[in-house]
């Protein structure tokens, strides 16, 4: 596919993924979500970590406001389920770590995107906002999902019916990101992390995903057995085998992601 909207680089096992519409802060059109699901699918098969960021001062301003049809006849919730959805399930499902690295404001879906990711590093000058109030509509894009989970119902309530932005320390403080870090030092900040997980183990890091995701809706008892097989799974990889070598021989371990 040859992306208008956005741009993809692969080098060295990490593939940067970097939204490209500044001029409207990012905001997803058609164009773009049918894009960024090719290259979130590519990234799944040829990376071994991922990268999502934006051009310009914005992350991403959610839905184009400009591109949503007539308003009389618009159906949200096809277009939630058919065109946000999927990628929603791209980053959950993609079998090696994706990063955010929200590099300016993040808005209503733009932030719960930026949200979806593994990890998410964002630069001191960076805000999360939901939006969504503000157009009369609820927190979409998984907002409904992540919010309470990562924060508990009272800021995430607070979050969803004030739509202040929240500032990339605060976010950082609260526990809903990973990290804030200084914008001279935010490009290399990721990017060292980027690197650090694509020459990591890939095969545990995809195992990693999964028992922490399926967490969320088992029990003890079920979760117990889930990491029992998953590193059972972890334990036939070479990965695993290199890894008790390399601390035995005292070092570096070199993962192969397999
Ligand atoms: O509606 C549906 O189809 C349902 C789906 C819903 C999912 C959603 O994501 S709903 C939430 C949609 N997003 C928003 O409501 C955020 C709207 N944007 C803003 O609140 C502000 O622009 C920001 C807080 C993001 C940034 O503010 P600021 O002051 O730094 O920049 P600005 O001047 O407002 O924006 C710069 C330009 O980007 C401006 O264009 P111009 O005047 O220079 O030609 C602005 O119109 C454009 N822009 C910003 N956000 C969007 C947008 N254009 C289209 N869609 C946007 N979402």
């Given at each position: 596919m040859d992306y208008q909207t956005l741009t993809y680089d692969l080098a060295d096992g990490v593939a940067v993924v970097t939204l490209n519409r500044?001029?409207?802060?990012n905001a997803l059109n058609a164009q773009m979500r049918a894009e960024l699901l090719h290259a979130l699918r590519r990234a799944a098969g040829e990376a071994r970590a991922v990268v999502l960021t934006g051009a310009g001062r914005a992350f991403c301003a959610g839905q184009d406001l400009g591109d949503t049809g007539n308003l009389n006849t618009i159906n949200l919730e096809r277009l939630l389920r058919d065109e946000y959805t999927p990628l929603l399930e791209a980053i959950a499902d993609c079998p090696v770590p994706v990063i955010s690295a929200v590099n300016g404001v993040a808005a209503g879906a733009g932030a719960n995107l930026a949200l979806a990711a593994d990890v998410v590093i964002a630069a001191d000058s960076a805000s999360f906002m939901q939006a969504f109030s503000k157009i009369g509509l609820i927190p979409d894009a998984g907002g409904t999902y992540v919010l309470p989970r990562k924060l508990g119902l009272a800021k995430a309530m607070g979050l969803a019916l004030f739509a202040d932005k929240l500032s990339a320390r605060d976010a950082s403080d609260m526990g809903l990101i990973w990290e804030a870090v200084d914008d001279a030092g935010f490009e290399a900040t990721w990017r060292a992390r980027a690197a650090h997980l694509a020459n990591g183990p890939t095969q545990a890091f995809a195992r990693t995903k999964q028992a922490m995701r399926e967490s969320l809706g088992n029990d003890m008892q079920e979760q117990l057995m889930l990491e029992a097989r998953l590193q059972g799974e972890c334990g036939r990889t070479r990965d695993f085998r290199e890894g008790v070598l390399a601390f035995l021989d005292k070092r570096p371990a070199s993962f192969e992601g397999r």
């Open positions: 500044p001029d409207v802060m």
